[in-house]
């Protein structure tokens, strides 16, 4: 139950820093940032799942979905990165955290399953 605490934690607090990203970008560039906002925020919606899931089988559906929903962040975060709309400083400082999101995501799923 601690490690969950830990992925809703971390997860909320790396959809606050997409949010506050997504402000900055949708001045300029409003169709990638959509989508890095949209997977970047399910993570933390699939961890809320999880948190209250009622089975193994829904606790381990609802990680693996936030697990497809890291890989899809880490992808946009990567291209805004590339594309110079998102500074490689802030790029890197969030791939960090998706990336560690995404290790306690998969020891968590690994535990479910």
């Known amino acids: 139950m601690s490690q969950n605490s830990i992925l809703l934690e971390k997860s909320l607090h790396f959809s606050v820093r997409i ?7 949708h001045r300029h560039e409003d169709d990638l940032s959509a989508e890095l906002l949209k997977h970047a925020a ?3 919606s ?53 990336t560690e999101l995404r290790r306690l995501l998969t020891a968590a799923a690994s535990a479910a399953n």
């Open 42 to 44: 399910a993570i933390g």
């Open 46 to 98: 699939a961890v809320s799942c999880a948190d209250c899931a009622l089975s193994r089988r829904v606790l381990a559906e609802s990680l693996n979905e936030a697990l497809r929903e890291t890989a899809q962040t880490e992808y946009w975060l990567r291209l805004l990165t590339l594309t110079d709309d998102v500074d490689v400083r802030t790029g890197a400082s969030l791939l960090s955290d998706c």
């Open 19 to 25: 949010v506050k990203l997504h402000r900055l970008l």
